[in-house]
């Protein structure tokens, strides 16, 4: 049963940053789609909640050919997922949308709630980081900018501290000759990752990889990237073998968790053929870029 | 009359209670609100086996806002049961006596003015335990060193232990058969749990009231043997307990029979003399709840050079859990599914219900028919392969024919099945594409396609309590019409059904049928949302009492119009005379005449059926002697999957569904139920199981228990093969539709499964593990199936 809580509700983003200053045994929700599972469960049992739901300022989709992607905290991922300008400048985004749970959460939950979350299993990290995205958070101390990358430091943990809240997520402009795809790997469809698995290509113009990331999804702590896979690959002419080969280092190098669902060995498993195939995806997708 | 002539019954109709389910209209059970009304909780044992050797109630009871607390001290210490025999007397107290022989059996129940305090009682209750060692392993359990849950039962004499039930039954000659066999296999199957998967949590408001009777809303799938148990159990006469309609949020076979908190709720409100609702937490539902059978199937079958099917002989093991429950029902159908659908000259069957220390089992949509079919069909492709047969020809080598007598009595009549199965290949370019899959099996390709079939055969409502159905049917003065019936609309649209039948025989339209539903106090008696009778039994029953209705006013019109009864005619509410058309008479003017005229006669129809109505009692469930149904359905069903052969993940492309239900009455709500049933069928084979750790369900809510949703659905497709029709002078059979299909999704995607990759599965659910490891031991030259 979830516990009695007291319901803050700030008109805006100073008046939110100045009430999460002030209450320390407070926790955000900005739609709930993670939290309420938890406190349903009894694991999180928070005095106050502070609902953000309503702070328009953080609410937005801006793109800027050089700046490239601003998205503000509380856009829902229903919101990403019909962006005419996000389908066009980085599709892999929609598609990976398109799969997160289903149409209601999609509505009612946020890219800066799910970031916030920390949860390894989570959809939007792994795309993200592969597309060298930063995260914005602050409190009413100040704001901070950091590489997504470096965000996530354990299992339903961030570099954020009491008082911070997700501000903003940028991603860079795609560099031409630029591929990315994300799939997860699950037995019902929208369900959250058993694993999965980003990839994102960058070529050259001589058409050697310029630059490459893999992160894997609930392969670990954190969306997990697989650095020696990834070294295999830089500046090299990409083909089906090197893709293979890298499946198989990334599987060794993630550290993932057995459940019920599935053990680690299969997992393992399952994440390198979806590097494998992910990277080639991207590498396609490079080749044809523009 | 040519079913084309019908207006109402045979067509797609919408259902009467959509817009009101889909504007939230409708009143559930945890809808229902009483002055002073009180929340209900249960204490439920954490231990799978144990003592009770004390329970204090004393600080749960001085806590304020606690009304009531009970335990079986304050109960009759009546015993109940799913089956209630001679030979298989009730074994199990509504509320626990002395002992637990489960994790999450009902030890003592609260009653208090909200839920906080209600949790807090329960947490105040002590209860002092002495645990005894469990058994979980049906096999397990049937070792003589196993610990022992129940004693034997007194008539089976085998060296087992924990033997709830057994049944045994034979025809022909086994070893006959086997010895001119040509060919003979062996195997053996299991299915996991798989829970029911409603959407509505159980859910009761009891209300004891001022002139001592108990009033009861409850999530149900018959209202009648809810109230049977229930005064049972709480020693009143059936009169005082009523139980009334409330809609109901699915039940697949999960909310038969008696269950814990119902009783609780009872006793807490005749206690404390106010009403008090329980509604189940979905963990509740997951850890203590009734779920399905994990049948084990040991089949063998001898077949001729050239396909013929000579012998079978079966042995099914169920895990019944702690209590009887429906587990000597489950390996009774077991035997039933074996032998329905295809002529087996000699077979012999022995199924054995054993208890452990899991939670009870209750039927689930099928009852025993996935298990049995998924064996059954995966064997017949084995044997096929080996015989150098396909699929098809060798499941129409063996079907039985219409006609054809099975060895309990019953006739299979105008059986579609060959139909269904040639129909069902044609459609689907059945043997083009088995034999496309073989040859892509050794390409390069590491995405696999694969095409299957499995069949069934299923029967259509059989006797047991309250065997007939009643129907009522009332003119109002405005020639409007009540419908007065038992019957519980769960889901399945049987109100729309009924409706179609009444609308068809009094030719007045759909909107001004009013059923008045479920109600033990005011509706006549009914068979219940379940054995897969309702259609057939209450809507037979429906018709028989509209047209008993329609005698009346058309007798009332003939006098009126000066004509004979056979000269008229009846039309959007109005009587002609047919050679003279305007000489006519409204319904309502017949309706008011017949009030003036005959005494206050106000119309009123009655109409009564039962299935098999020379047969005294049901079918035995120690010998299987004896006849089951009148009606048989079958179908045929083909999937079509592609598995992935890097990471073990099997998708279904489409399951195409050819079936004979006689003729549907409402093919939109047949169309829905095989829907329904394929993606119960996918979750079976694919996705789904309860996890159980030495009793306890681990995963138990829908994050962690995979139940394929609306995104999940398959490409579905539909043949009709229509055996059967509707006419107006006569009874109708129409045949089973809401249950059998489950086995045909599990059965073809497993073979399915084989066809695309060489992998026989032997187990379900399949996991993308088990396709990956299977695979790897095929490739070291091992035989590659997919088992335990």
Excluded at chain 1, 59 to 80: C, M, Q, V
Excluded at chain 2, 675 to 685: P, R
């Amino acid at each position: 049963m979830i516990n009695d809580f007291h319901y803050l509700k700030p008109a805006s983003l100073k008046e939110a940053l100045a009430m999460y200053a002030e209450h320390d045994d407070c926790k955000v929700i900005c739609g709930g789609q993670s939290l309420l599972i938890v406190m349903r469960q009894g694991m999180v049992a928070p005095e106050y909640l502070l609902d953000i739901k309503h702070v328009k300022e953080l609410s937005y989709i801006k793109f800027d050919e050089k700046d490239g992607l601003r998205i503000g905290a509380t856009t829902t991922h229903r919101e990403i997922e019909k962006s005419d300008i996000i389908a066009k400048k980085y599709p892999v985004l929609v598609a990976m949308e398109e799969k997160l749970a289903s149409i209601q959460t999609r509505n009612w939950g946020t890219i800066g709630g799910n970031l916030a979350h920390a949860d390894p299993a989570g959809d939007p990290g792994p795309v993200l980081i592969a597309l060298n995205a930063e995260i914005k958070f602050g409190n009413s101390g100040g704001e901070k900018l950091v590489p997504l990358d470096e965000f996530f430091v354990d299992y339903f943990e961030t570099q954020m501290e009491q008082g911070d809240l997700v501000l903003e997520v940028h991603v860079p402009a795609p560099e031409p000759k630029f591929g990315c795809a994300y799939q997860k790997f699950n037995l019902l469809d929208s369900d959250m990752g058993i694993v999965a698995a980003a990839a994102s290509v960058t070529l050259n113009a001589d058409g050697t990889c310029k630059d490459v990331r893999i992160v894997l999804g609930n392969a670990g702590p954190i969306p997990l990237r697989v650095t020696k896979a990834e070294d295999l690959l830089k500046g090299k002419k990409l083909d089906d073998a090197l893709f293979a080969e890298a499946g198989t280092i990334a599987s060794e190098e993630c550290m993932p968790v057995a459940d019920i669902h599935a053990s680690e060995e299969h997992r393992r498993h399952v994440l390198g053929v979806l590097t494998k195939r992910m990277l080639k995806k991207a590498f396609e997708q490079a080749q044809t870029a523009a | 009359m040519n079913n084309n002539d019908l207006k109402y019954v045979g067509k797609p109709v919408p259902r009467k209670d959509g817009p009101l389910k889909a504007t939230g209209g409708a009143q559930y059970t945890v809808d229902i609100s009483l002055p002073g009304m009180l929340v209900g909780k249960v204490l439920r044992s954490p231990y799978p086996h144990a003592r009770i050797l004390n329970i204090d109630t004393s600080q749960a009871k001085k806590l304020p806002g606690v009304k009531a607390v009970v335990t079986s001290a304050d109960s009759l210490k009546v015993k109940h049961g799913f089956i209630d025999t001679p030979r298989y007397p009730a074994d199990q107290y509504p509320i626990a006596v002395d002992m637990v022989r489960h994790a999450g059996e009902e030890i003592a129940g609260v009653a208090a003015i909200d839920e906080d305090t209600a949790n807090e009682a329960l947490s105040l209750i002590h209860v002092e335990y002495e645990r005894l060692p469990a058994v979980f392993d049906p096999e397990e359990a049937m070792k003589l060193d196993a610990p022992e849950i129940h004693p034997n039962h007194p008539k089976v004499s085998d060296p087992y232990k924990n033997i709830g039930g057994k049944i045994e039954t034979a025809f022909g000659d086994i070893e006959k058969a086997f010895t001119g066999s040509y060919l003979i296999r062996e195997d053996k199957f299991y299915c996991q749990i798989r829970t029911h998967g409603y959407m509505e949590p159980q859910a009761t408001v009891a209300s004891w009231d001022h002139s001592s009777k108990l009033n009861v809303w409850t999530s149900s799938m018959g209202v009648f043997l809810k109230r049977a148990r229930l005064a049972r159990t709480l020693g009143l006469p059936f009169g005082s307990v009523r139980i009334l309609k409330t809609y109901v949020g699915g039940a697949f076979g999960g909310k038969i029979d008696l269950y814990g908190h119902e009783y609780i709720a009872s006793l807490l409100s005749m206690k404390c003399r106010l009403p008090v609702k329980i509604v189940y937490t979905r963990e509740e539902v997951f850890k203590a709840a009734r779920h399905g059978q994990p049948l084990i199937v040991e089949i063998k079958t001898g077949v001729k050079r050239d396909g013929t099917i000579l012998g079978q002989q079966i042995r099914t093991i169920n895990d019944s859990g702690a209590y009887r429950g429906s587990g000597v029902v489950a390996i009774f159908l077991a035997w039933g599914f074996a032998m329905a659908p295809y002529r087996i000259p000699s077979m012999q069957y022995e199924g054995y219900s054993v208890y452990t220390n899991n939670l009870v089992r209750a039927p689930q949509r099928g009852h025993g028919a996935p298990k049995m079919r998924f064996a059954a069909e995966s064997q017949f492709d084995v044997i096929a392969e080996e015989l150098g047969m396909d699929p098809i020809d060798f499941r129409l080598k063996n079907a039985r024919n219409p006609g054809d007598m099975l060895p309990n009595g019953d006739s299979v009549k105008n059986f579609g099945l060959k139909e269904c199965i040639a129909k069902v290949a044609e459609k689907t370019d059945f043997k083009a594409k088995y034999e496309a899959a073989l040859k892509e099996r050794h390409s390069g390709s590491t995405i696999k396609r694969g095409i299957g079939i499995g069949t069934t055969a299923y029967f259509s409502g059989s006797l047991v309590y309250p065997n007939s159905s009643t129907v009522i049917v009332r003119f109002n003065d405005d020639a409007s019409v009540s419908v007065m019936t038992g019957a519980l609309d769960i889901g399945q649209g049987c109100e729309t059904v009924i409706s179609q039948i009444v609308a068809e025989e009094l030719g007045v339209p759909l909107n001004e049928i009013h059923v008045h539903a479920a109600d033990t106090e005011t509706t006549p008696v009914d068979i219940g949302s379940w054995i897969s009778g309702l259609t057939y039994v209450t809507g037979n029953a429906a018709k028989k009492a509209a047209s008993h209705a329609m005698k009346k006013l058309l007798n009332v019109a003939a006098q009126e119009l000066g004509s004979e009864v056979q000269e008229l005619i009846a039309l959007d509410k109005t009587i002609f005379v047919g050679h003279s058309p305007d000489r006519k008479i409204s319904y309502g003017q017949a309706i008011a005449a017949s009030i003036a005229k005959n005494k206050g006669d106000c119309i009123i129809g009655e109409g009564h059926f039962r299935t098999m109505k020379d047969e005294v009692s049901p079918p035995s469930l120690s010998t299987a002697k004896g006849r089951w149904t009148e009606n048989y359905s079958n179908y045929a069903q083909v999937a079509e999957v592609e598995v992935d052969t890097e990471t073990g993940m099997v998708r279904i492309l489409k399951a195409t569904t050819a079936h004979d239900c006689g003729f549907p009455v409402n093919p939109v709500l047949v169309e829905g139920q095989i829907d329904g049933q394929v993606s119960m069928g996918q979750g079976h084979i694919l996705s789904e199981e309860l996890r159980v750790e030495d009793g306890c369900v681990i995963n138990p809510s829908f994050l962690e228990y995979k139940m394929p949703c609306a995104l999940d659905m398959v490409e579905t497709d539909y043949i009709d093969v229509i055996t059967e029709t509707y006419d107006k002078e006569h009874h109708y059979n129409t045949k089973e539709v809401g249950e059998g299909y489950v086995s045909g999704t599990v059965a073809s995607v497993a073979n399915a499964i084989y066809n695309a990759i060489g992998i026989r599965v032997k187990k379900t659910p399949v996991h993308p593990q088990d396709i990956i490891d299977a695979l790897e031991k095929h490739e070291h030259g091992g035989k590659g199936d997919l088992t335990r």
